[in-house]
């Protein structure tokens, strides 16, 4: 099975910061990754495929990159709506999996 | 509007059976995969299961093989997922949700999701 690992776990900041965040995986998935918009009680909404493909009407300041094993997530601007757990999932091979989540709070 | 709406979660004891369903709408069930998707209480997402467009492939976990299955009545709109000899650790909110694309490899992402429906395994 191919590991994601998200870093950081948590992420203190404020409105206007720039965010990376970074996602790396255990071995090669090509541009075949997708970032995950989680807030509390609902469900997942996808940001990002295929590493840098921006989801019809997802906010411009939002942003992907990388491929093979690296990959990283930025906000280009934090604005008061983006507070929640970020999410990376490869879908290079089964089974598909997911990083461990950013939560990105309030500084 | 896609709208992917779930039912039958619930409580229900160690060794016991739940089904659940995903009602979709809004377009084309038919011609998309479909994906159960988990969350336990405050932890990340896990990939449960997934079906292709016409239900004649499955794929599975590990966590679960053997003990799930996924299916879909392309007639009714709806996907379900049958879950047997249920286990504490099964305990979480099961998504449905529809693959991003209707072809390779946008099968593999997901979008959009159902709300979720809890399913808590305890006596």
């Known amino acids: 099975d191919i590991q994601m690992t998200q870093s950081p776990s948590t992420l203190s900041a404020s409105v206007g910061d720039r965010v990376t965040i970074t996602c790396r995986a255990s071995?090669?998935?090509?541009?075949?990754l997708a970032w995950y918009q989680q807030k509390p009680g609902k469900a997942p909404k996808v940001l990002i495929y295929?590493?840098?493909s921006l989801e019809s009407g997802v906010p411009s300041r939002f942003s992907g990159s990388g491929s093979g094993t690296d990959f990283t997530l930025t906000i280009s601007s934090l604005q008061p709506d983006d507070f929640a757990t970020y999410y990376c999932?490869?879908?290079?091979?089964?089974?598909?999996?997911f990083g461990g989540g950013t939560k990105v709070e309030i500084k | 509007d896609v709208q992917l709406v779930e039912s039958g979660g619930g409580l229900v004891q160690p060794g016991g059976s739940l089904r659940l369903s995903c009602a979709a709408s809004?377009?084309?069930?038919?011609?998309?995969?479909m994906h159960w998707v988990r969350q336990a209480p405050g932890k990340g997402l896990v990939w449960v299961s997934r079906?292709?467009?016409?239900?004649?492939?499955?794929t599975y976990a590990d966590s679960v093989k053997g003990r799930f299955t996924i299916s879909r009545d392309n007639a009714k709109n709806t996907l379900y997922l049958q879950m047997n000899s249920l286990r504490a650790e099964d305990t979480a909110v099961y998504y449905c949700?529809?693959?991003?694309?209707?072809?390779?490899?946008?099968?593999?992402?997901?979008?959009?999701w159902g709300q979720g429906i809890l399913v808590t395994v305890s006596s």
């Open positions: 079906i292709n467009s016409d239900g004649t492939t499955t």
């Open positions: 809004g377009f084309t069930f038919s011609r998309y995969y």
């Open positions: 295929k590493a840098s």
């Open positions: 999932q490869q879908y290079n091979s089964s089974p598909l999996t």
């Open positions: 071995q090669s998935v090509g541009s075949w």
């Open positions: 949700t529809r693959a991003g694309g209707s072809s390779w490899p946008d099968n593999n992402w997901f979008d959009p």
